[in-house]
């Protein structure tokens, strides 16, 4: 695998043109994914080993993208320490027992990671079916994205509750961190013992943080998590939202790539990371919703500018929208794999 595209980019070498995956490839604008979905429910499909899979290969076989990512959720760590947790279409995630008190923090298990056994089943699953041919990459949530689901219940636009934690009781805070960096540390591991050939953690929502609180509550957990990986030769993608003003920071965590936001110019912010880390992103997902035409110029745009750079992972700032047309979808993961440095 060290020879494919997207590990050599992610370890900054040298390739002939930039590697391709989108966050939220495996998911809901493909109508395969629907003719699956109408099947299941979301965690019938994650905790099913071959369902799993097929999802996983769908952006494989109908995209052509340079890596694959395993279907599956950031809260299923959450929902192993004991989470009671659900999918409802047009509302998304729920926890019906939220995390607010010592008590309740106190109820979280973190000897879990053997109840995640049905990912690195699953990872073994598209391992076969991707036989070599491009790497797979395994993901966790950040603890304080998967905290900020945990105590709000579910989606939150402000992150109110979860905010007044940290200052109100800094110290719960901390140990429901602390907790959820623990378990999420042990199940990347398991993931690589499965078999990935690559991890991203998400840290979704740390945009909505200040940088001290940034620093304070997610970063620190994230450094943690990083430095307890068996990593092997396996690189490690750190994204959040909020990446064009934390990538420094992020840095110090020390991944091999940094996945950018679209608020920043990708040349600029790697100029400003240490040599060595790579950089992924970071069209801004809404020009895929563009005339082709559009698709076409900004992606050259982004290329033209990192022309020449190794180190540079074509995605999407984040994840890929529901309802983004398929057809644009393939014509940009076309237009990508025709460019040359
Ligand atoms: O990238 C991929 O395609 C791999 C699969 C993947 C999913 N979720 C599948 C999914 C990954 C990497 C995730 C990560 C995830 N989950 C994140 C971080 C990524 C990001 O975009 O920032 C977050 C914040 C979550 C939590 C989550 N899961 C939300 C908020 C939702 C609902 C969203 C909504 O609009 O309803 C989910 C559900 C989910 N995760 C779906 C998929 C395909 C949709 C489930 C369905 O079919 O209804």
């Known amino acids: 695998m060290k020879d494919s595209l997207f590990i050599k980019a992610a370890f900054s070498e040298k390739t002939e043109r930039p590697p391709v995956w989108m966050m939220r490839q495996a998911g809901r604008f493909m109508p395969e994914y629907w003719e699956i979905k109408n099947k299941y429910s979301f965690l019938e ?19 052509g993208i340079d890596a694959a990512i395993l279907f599956s959720d950031i809260l299923v760590t959450g929902e192993a320490m004991g989470g009671d947790l659900s999918f409802t279409a047009g509302v998304g995630p729920k926890f019906a027992n939220p995390v607010r008190t010592q008590a309740d923090i106190d109820r979280l298990d973190t000897e879990v990671v ?18 070599g041919s491009i790497p797979l990459i395994g993901f966790a949530g950040a603890p304080f994205t998967v905290m900020s689901y945990l105590v709000e219940g579910g989606s939150s636009k402000d992150f109110k509750l979860t905010k007044l934690l940290m200052h109100n009781h800094p110290e719960l805070a901390h140990q ?5 960096a623990k378990v999420t540390a042990g199940y990347l591991n398991l993931q690589i013992a499965a078999g990935v050939n690559a991890i991203q953690i998400f840290d979704s929502w740390a945009q909505a943080l200040a940088w001290d609180d940034y620093k304070e509550f997610s970063h620190r957990y994230i450094v943690e998590i990083i430095s307890q990986l068996d990593r092997k030769d396996i690189p490690v993608i750190s994204f959040c939202k909020g990446s064009s003003v934390f990538a420094p920071l992020m840095a110090e965590a020390k991944p091999d790539v940094i996945s950018i936001d679209w608020n920043v110019d990708l040349l600029d912010i790697k100029h400003r990371l240490p040599q060595g880390i790579a950089v992924q992103g970071n069209l801004d997902p809404h020009i895929l919703y563009a005339d082709k035409k559009v698709i076409k110029e900004r992606i050259h745009r982004l290329f033209e500018r990192m022309r020449g750079e190794n180190g540079f992972i074509f995605n999407l700032g984040h994840g890929i929208m529901p309802d983004i047309p398929f057809d644009n979808v393939k014509y940009a993961v076309d237009v990508i794999k025709e460019f040359r440095y």
């Open 45 to 63: 499909m994650c905790k099913t080993p071959e369902i799993a899979a097929d999802v996983t290969m769908l952006p494989v076989d109908l995209l």
């Open 176 to 180: 429901l961190l602390s907790k959820i």
């Open 114 to 131: 053997h109840k995640l056994q049905y990912v690195a089943d699953a990872i073994k699953v598209v391992q076969q079916r991707l036989n």
